[in-house]
């Protein structure tokens, strides 16, 4: 099982370096990493088993100051990417 994220900063249509990410399991952070210059994180929690956490993103937004998304793992990869301006933030099950 691995998890994996990507940053886009879609106002200015560039991926977001820098940003913090943490992963929880219950109230436990099992991992915090910041994105490379990419926007992305290639193994946000090395050990990661399946089952439910919490991915929690501190992104480059004067509106947004954190977006926290509950997501259920299974077995193999997931991708979660974060598109996120001013304005607005949206995310889905990448590959």
Do not use: K, N, W
């Amino acid at each position: 099982m691995s998890l994996s994220t990507h940053v886009l900063d879609t106002e200015r249509g560039r991926p977001a370096a820098g940003v913090r990410v943490e992963v929880y399991r219950g109230d436990e952070r099992l991992a915090e990493q910041t994105t490379d210059d990419d926007g992305r994180i290639a193994d946000l929690a090395p050990g990661l088993g399946a089952g439910v956490v919490r991915i929690v993103f501190h992104p480059p937004s004067p509106f947004f100051r954190r977006v926290e998304l509950e997501v259920e793992l299974g077995d193999g990869h997931t991708h979660v990417p974060l598109l996120v301006s001013s304005y607005g933030c949206a995310s889905y099950r990448g590959s």
